[in-house]
Structure formats: C-alpha cells, structure tokens
C-alpha cells in the first residue's frame, strides 16, 4: 500500500512559476515510477511528466522546456517545478506511483490567472 500526499499548488499570475511536491509512503519509494497528471474542467486527464526509478523523465509536448520532474529519494518525494506558466496549464495536478499497480494522490489545484 502507498500514499501519497501532494502540496504546493494555489493561485500564480500567467508567467509565474509553482513546485508542487508529492510524499509517498512506504519503504520501496526508490523502486517505484512517479508521475504527474493533470485534469482541467471539461478536458480529458493528461499524463504531464513521469520519472522512472533510474531518473529518466519523460514529458508531455505541452510542457516540454518549461516544467521539470525531480525526486528525492532520501525523502521519499517527487517534484514537479513549473515555470513560465499559462493559464491552460489551470487544473487538479495529482502524483502517481507505479508499482504492482497505479497509487494515486488526491491532487492540488493550481490556478493560473491575472
């Protein structure tokens, strides 16, 4: 079983930047594939940035050169740094952990507005 708990979003002017964080649970954080989605009003969930457990990363075309994917395993934790943001990048961000099967965080807003 893991958890995983994210904190970070709010409220940013377009242009602005934001770290969300995500802290799993459990001793296997090392092992595990973390990855970042995102699912704005309407609009179909979106797999933003992933991780693997050897730290090759992997991002979504909408993204690319402005957001970076990061963890720490000594504390158990994925980043995802976001610069230069823009107002369709507005939605629920939600960490997951790839194990034996997909762990879900329960997600932060991040609100990108004038």
């Known amino acids: 079983q893991v958890q995983l708990v994210e904190s970070g979003g709010g409220l940013v002017q377009p242009g602005g930047s934001l770290r969300l964080s995500c802290a799993a649970s459990?001793?296997?954080?090392?092992?595990?594939?973390m990855g970042w989605y995102r699912q704005a009003p309407g609009k179909q969930r979106e797999l933003v940035a992933v991780?693997?457990?050897?730290?090759?990363?992997n991002y979504a075309d909408s993204v690319k050169d402005r957001f970076t994917i990061s963890r720490d395993n000594a504390k158990n934790t994925v980043y995802l740094q976001m610069n230069s943001l823009k107002p369709e990048d507005t939605a629920v961000y939600s960490c997951?952990?790839?194990?034996?099967?997909?762990?879900w965080g329960q997600g932060t807003q991040v609100t990108v507005s004038s």
């Open positions: 997951t952990a790839q194990t034996t099967r997909l762990y």
């Open positions: 991780i693997t457990s050897s730290g090759s990363t």
């Open positions: 459990g001793s296997g954080f090392s092992m595990y594939a």
